[in-house]
């Protein structure tokens, strides 16, 4: 899992500069790399770090009789409606906060495994334009969510090559929040195969937050994480 996180760190490659102080972007497992990072990726890490915990809002049923999404609390966003419920959420990924569009490329060589390319998907009201890609060694898979778009050609059972072909472009599709107009990726390494993890069997849909009911708490979802995904951040 080293080799797919370094060419995380080298390869994942962001268009545009952000305005923010590079030095101020790098959590501490990454300092060691901050010059490569600087180097290739103009994004920086977002509000959501890999394990972070935090609370999700949610307002009513869907016509389906889930439970409806509608606001995650970060930085600078809130919601003033009627809130029913409260839940804590584990996030399994990582976000790159980048302009609009910016390409986003595979993080190493791979084959694409699923696409989200539009709103007929009946998951893109959570993940947005979407692309999985499995990679050769180890059985691992990931994902990028929220994309703007997904590149043409960019189909289930495409080949790729890392930082080879944009896979498509930042965006905010999806249940995309955060600051400036939530447009950031969403990225996970994990070695399960899927756009959810089959073991969060718990009345909800799964979607890229663990939900922590009564079945299943923080704890028992933080181990969840640490046996079925790869922390990013870690060079």
Known sequence: MKKISCLFLSILV???????????????PLKTAQFAWMKVCAGRLGEFGFGAVCKGYYLGKTAE????LVSIELPGVSYKGKIDKIKNLLHTGIDIV??????VYSIADGV????????GDPNYETLGNMVIVK???GGHWSIY????SVSSGIRPGKQVKAGV???GGVGNTGAAYGSKGGYHLHLEVR?????????????????IYGIATDKMSIQGLQEKLNQNWVNPQKN
């Open 165 to 167: 072909g944009a896979l």
């Open 145 to 148: 969510c929220h994309l703007n």
């Open 191 to 207: 070695n399960f195969e899927g756009r959810f993890f089959p073991a969060w069997e718990n009345g909800e849909r799964p979607n």
């Open 112 to 119: 694409v495994a699923d696409v989200i390319d539009g709103s």
């Open 98 to 103: 980048a302009p609009a569009d910016t390409p």
């Open 135 to 137: 990679h050769a060694s």
């Open 14 to 28: 962001i268009g545009a500069f952000c305005n923010v102080d590079p030095a101020s972007a790098f959590p501490a």
């Open 65 to 68: 009789g889930k439970d409806k």
